[in-house]
């Protein structure tokens, strides 16, 4: 499960959309949880979908908008 949080991890570093997002990717019991903060919506949105296009469905966004 942390080759997954690596992977997302450094998807999101060449993401388009998350310029300006700090979110750190970890795992407990199965689930990838993403924490920080985002500057827009758009980028919020955009961290969850490279989370589960690699960790699947088992991610808890607990993304704190900066907006």
Known sequence: ???VCAAI???MAYA???DG???EVSQDH???YLDG???SLSALEAAMSVAREIGGSSVCNRIAPAY
């Open 30 to 32: 199965g689930v990838i």
């Open 21 to 23: 997002a700090n979110i």
């Open 16 to 18: 388009s959309g998350l």
């Open 37 to 39: 903060s985002a500057p």
């Open 1 to 3: 499960m942390a080759g």
């Open 9 to 11: 991890s450094s998807a």
